[in-house]
């Protein structure tokens, strides 16, 4: 038999499983021939963790890996930041 916890009883009201994507976009110029990109995170699960408490003040989570890196600690930062 399932049992559901009370929303009261639970920190999130979703946890998103998966990556957080980057997507490299270089504005006006070509991929080819830029010297720059500006990085966005994205990707269907963090996009859906992200935008359900703009829309209906939900509590959510997204569980994921990072690397160890500068790219890694960026992103951790943009995600906790939104």
Known sequence: ML???PADDCRYDLVSLGEIMLRLDPAEGRVRTT????????GGEYNVARGLPRCFGL??????AFADNEVGACSRGTGRAT
């Open 35 to 42: 010297r720059s990109f500006q990085v966005w995170e994205g």
């Open 3 to 5: 049992r559901i916890r």
């Open 59 to 64: 509590r959510t989570a997204v569980v994921t």
